[in-house]
């Protein structure tokens, strides 16, 4: 398990990486309110990180189901709304510098909540049903 955590924190790092990328376009170039732009970068980083979670870290050939893929946009949302609200409270009201709050609040949101549900809901090794 500890193997699979790291490797789901390394394609979470691939995942943060288009994150980070989609939210300073957005903030910087674009000029989109924080969070929405963090709401748009998570789900972007999302598609990312459920294909590396899928295939790397849990090791996950099976096909994808709707039932899957539910459980994964679940859990990725509430994820994106916990994001969302962290960086408004560390990036806006404390006004740590954006790509650092981001950093900050996205390795306590992974241990807190992200890799457990996605280890447990998402990609466990006997689905049934949601």
């Known amino acids: 398990m500890k193997k699979q955590m790291v490797s789901a924190g390394l394609g979470g790092a691939v995942g943060t990486a288009a994150d980070v990328t989609t939210l300073v376009v957005l903030v ?56 969302a609200l962290a960086m408004k409270l560390v990036a806006v009201t404390l006004g740590v510098p954006l790509v650092l709050a981001k950093l900050v609040c996205a390795a306590a949101i992974f241990v807190a909540w992200t890799y457990p549900a996605q280890r447990r809901l998402v990609f466990r090794s006997n689905p049934v049903a949601a």
């Open 28 to 83: 910087q170039h674009v000029g989109m309110a924080i969070p929405v732009a963090t709401f748009i970068a998570a789900t972007v980083g999302a598609v990312v990180c459920f294909a590396m979670n899928k295939y790397v870290a849990f090791r996950d050939h099976t096909p994808i189901t709707i039932a899957q893929l539910a459980r994964f946009a679940g859990v990725a949302i509430t994820t994106a709304l916990f994001m």
